[in-house]
């Protein structure tokens, strides 16, 4: 997990291996705010193997989510999507 901060807002991001879904998930949300209203980001990569090392889909089976209320800066938003692609799992 991470904390940044945008104009004296904060926002978390994590990334983390979902087992029900059997993706990887990236996840972003301001920590400001009531959770069920806040808005959020969040890119799920699906894994191509069942038993081993987590295999990314092609990016053609990755899907993106926006929701909540409220507005998600254009920087927090860039630096949330290259975060995804340094993480290796969505190519550039």
Do not use: I, N
Not at 10 to 33: C, F, N, Q, T
Request: hydrophobic share 35%; aromatic share 14%; net charge negative.
């Amino acid at each position: 997990m991470d904390v940044w901060e945008h104009d004296g807002d904060k926002y978390e991001y994590e990334s983390y291996y979902s087992v029900p879904d059997e993706a990887w998930r990236h996840e972003l949300m301001p920590l400001d705010g009531a959770p069920e209203t806040y808005p959020w980001m969040h890119v799920v990569v699906p894994d191509t193997v069942d038993d081993g090392p987590f295999t990314p889909a092609p990016p053609e089976r990755v899907t993106v989510a926006v929701g909540g209320d409220g507005e998600l800066p254009w920087p927090v938003v860039r630096r949330f999507l290259e975060e995804v692609y340094d993480s290796g799992h969505v190519p550039r």
